[in-house]
């Protein structure tokens, strides 16, 4: 093959050349068709874990946030790097004991309350010693009915 019929500026028509004329490259093997619609699974670590060296998952061991959707032996995935704000649900640490509730903050005092009328809200005052907010709930996990 001269390098004039390659690169010559005007049209001379194909049926001059054959299939040895024509250069290619040295590939083996092909790709199955379906790899071309093929996609990639679902990765529950990338959709619901931000901070991954801070992220714990917890099971819910009572249903005092029964009307905010988190029912008893749900597991909820708490992430300890975000910022506790008000309104947010965070599991705090009152005296030893981990709660989940839905903290309230004002510019005086934090109050813990909780989704069902069984229980009354956690007033947290300058009395208490134990007091810390563990974890802010980012994604609750629960049994389909």
């Not at 008000?86 to 839905?102: D, H, P, T, Y």
Request: charged content about 25%; aromatic content about 8%; proline content about 3%.
């Amino acid at each position: 093959m001269d390098a004039e019929r390659i690169f010559s500026a005007n049209y001379q028509g194909s049926k001059a050349l054959n299939q040895y004329d024509i250069p290619h490259a040295n590939a083996t093997g092909f790709g199955a068709a379906a790899d071309d619609y093929m996609e990639r699974g679902v990765d529950l670590n990338e959709q619901l874990i931000r901070n991954k060296p801070a992220t714990f998952f917890m099971r819910v061991s009572s249903d005092a946030m029964k009307e905010a959707g988190i029912y008893k032996n749900d597991v909820v995935i708490v992430d300890r790097s975000l910022k506790a704000i008000s309104g947010k649900v965070v599991i705090a640490v009152l005296n030893g004991e981990m709660l989940i509730r839905r903290l309230e903050r004002t510019n005086k005092s934090i109050r813990l309350l909780t989704e069902t009328n069984k229980l009354s809200p956690i007033n947290v005052d300058e009395t208490c010693e134990d007091f810390s907010i563990w974890g802010v709930v980012t994604y609750v996990i629960h049994k389909a009915p």
